[in-house]
């Protein structure tokens, strides 16, 4: 955790742009860091030590600091975890979120899930203002989905894939691709994805696992991913990426993509527009950040209770700092790389 030292004046209102001129308006803030899975390449199995509930940010936090950045100019919110269904407030803070407005429009509320328990809360997240659901499947098989997540839970995250496909609203699916793990099954997936309408997406894998074991050498590139797609169907490039992490490309001439997020291979950060925001209420600029501001001592003060004015100007002020600290890129390729402490569960998506 850093303190915030900076306290260069910016006129109130103007947008959050970094010392590379890139404009942030889009925020991920991971509501847990427990899971109903234990996906290897997220969190260990055992011996996980949890955020204690008193350190959670309560939905009036979340929704102080989602509206203070909107006024900032952050026009999209991506609620993440660990696995966010977990937390039984998850409508409430979908509809407060959603009734906030950045430059006169509504913010654009998302959810990233693995999809368990999702059938039994989609239409109430409906309601609420969801605008579009993620939900993350590596593999197909069930022998598989067990070994790499240590739960026999395929068949709830499919069931939460097709309540997901069957609402007619946008779905994403999302998959880490892992040499000799899941590899064998590029084409399935994006099959998968085709029959109910979403878009497939495969990760690369990043250095973000709890254990601190990864290895370069597993990780499928995107150039393999792209090759083994190319064998099933002819790509063409998606035009206009902007600051999407994803790199798309038409399936034999659309209407189907799919796409690629290729964070070690061919990394993106000189389009990034995104600041994190973890469970307990600490701002990262990167998601592979080893410094974190933390925002709690402007949502609870010491003391007298600071005016509703002067706390929003506190957490701006760390909003702000945030995008002033960050860096040109992650340096994943720098031999003065350090992994981020926290795994990716406790970081959010």
């Not at 100019?73 to 039984?88: D, M, Q």
């Not at 989609?122 to 993620?134: C, K, P, Q, T, Y």
């Not at 034999?252 to 291979?265: E, F, K, Q, R, Y």
Request: hydrophobic letters at 40%.
């Amino acid at each position: 955790m850093t303190t915030l030292q900076d306290s260069t004046p910016t006129p109130r209102g103007a947008a959050l742009v970094d010392s590379f001129g890139r404009v942030h308006t889009d925020l991920r803030i991971s509501l847990t860091d427990r899971c109903s899975l234990r996906c290897t390449y997220c969190m260990p199995e055992q011996g996980n030590t949890w955020l204690t509930r008193s350190s959670l940010m309560t939905p009036d936090e979340i929704e102080r600091v989602a509206a203070v950045a909107a006024g900032l100019g952050v026009t999209s919110i991506r609620l993440t975890g660990g696995e966010p269904l977990l937390r039984r407030d998850l409508v409430d803070v979908v509809q407060r979120l959603s009734a906030l407005r950045s430059g006169g429009q509504p913010l654009e509320v998302t959810l990233t899930t693995n999809g368990i328990g999702l059938p039994a809360r989609l239409d109430e997240l409906w309601a609420a203002g969801l605008s579009r659901v993620n939900i993350s499947i590596d593999t197909l098989r069930r022998e598989r989905f067990l070994e790499l997540t240590k739960r026999d839970r395929l068949a709830d995250v499919l069931e939460g894939i097709h309540a997901a496909a069957a609402s007619g609203r946008p779905l994403k699916l999302n998959a880490v691709a892992m040499r000799c793990v899941n590899d064998d099954e590029i084409v399935d997936l994006v099959e998968l994805a085709t029959s109910v309408g979403a878009q497939m997406r495969f990760i690369e894998q990043m250095p973000l696992d709890a254990g601190h074991v990864w290895d370069r050498d597993s990780m499928l590139t995107r150039e393999e991913i792209l090759e083994a797609l190319s064998r099933r169907w002819d790509l063409t490039p998606v035009p206009g990426r902007g600051a999407e992490p994803a790199e798309r490309w038409w399936l034999d001439g659309g209407p189907h993509a799919v796409g690629v997020i290729a964070s070690v291979s061919a990394p993106f950060c000189g389009s990034c527009n995104r600041l994190r925001m973890t469970a307990d209420g600490q701002l990262r600029s990167c998601l592979f950040a080893t410094e974190e501001l933390d925002l709690m001592p402007a949502l609870r003060a010491d003391g007298p209770a600071p005016s509703e004015a002067s706390g929003d100007l506190a957490i701006e002020a760390v909003l702000r700092a945030a995008v002033r600290g960050k860096k040109a890129g992650h340096a994943i390729d720098s031999p003065t790389f350090l992994q981020p402490i926290r795994g990716m569960n406790a970081i959010g998506g």
